[in-house]
């Protein structure tokens, strides 16, 4: 199944306009490859890395958590893996509302420079910056890794 493409996003002319109308565009992008990907093979690795379509999203789930939110990860190859009794659906939701709470975190961000306001004793919190380009980066990169799983796994393609 082909999907229609969707361009990048036109964004505000401001630097945050831009960070986050790209970093959106990503998230929705991922969210769309793992929605009604088919049991099990979304969670069967296609790869010998073990790699897989739920793994990705349940991982961007922590990345997301733990940059804007302050939430501490104790093992990160574990985020790798979904739970067994989690669907793709299950998986999609929490994604969405991690990334739904951290929006409402950088809604309250006006300077670019300014450490992210989170809760993470002992440890400093990275600037709005660096938090969105790094979060542009790490979604982007595992939306390509998803790109190829999700046609390997029933021919669909596109964003």
């Known amino acids: 199944m082909r999907r229609r493409d969707t361009p990048p996003p036109r964004t505000g002319s401001s630097e945050t306009e831009t960070l986050?109308?790209?970093?959106d565009y990503l998230?929705?992008?991922?969210?769309?490859k793992v929605e009604g990907a088919p049991e099990p093979r979304a969670r069967t690795a296609a790869v010998p890395s073990g790699t897989n379509l739920l793994g990705l999203?349940?991982?961007?789930?922590?990345?997301?958590?733990?940059?804007?939110l302050g939430a501490e990860v104790t093992s990160w190859p574990a985020t790798f893996r979904a739970a067994p009794d989690d669907s793709a659906a299950d998986v999609v939701a929490r994604y969405r509302e991690a990334?739904?709470?951290?929006?409402?975190?950088?809604?309250?961000?006006?300077d670019l420079?300014?450490?992210l306001p989170r809760p993470r004793p002992g440890r400093p919190a990275p600037s709005v910056r660096w938090a969105l380009a790094h979060m542009i980066e790490e979604t982007g990169r595992h939306a390509g890794h998803?790109?190829?799983l999700?046609?390997?796994i029933d021919g669909t393609t596109g964003r």
């Open 57 to 68: 999203l349940h991982h961007l789930t922590h990345v997301e958590r733990a940059i804007f």
């Open 20 to 23: 986050r109308g790209f970093l």
């Open 27 to 32: 998230r929705s992008s991922i969210a769309a």
């Open 146 to 148: 998803a790109d190829i």
């Open 99 to 110: 990334v739904e709470q951290a929006n409402a975190v950088l809604d309250t961000c006006a």
């Open 150 to 152: 999700r046609e390997l």
């Open 113 to 115: 420079g300014a450490p």
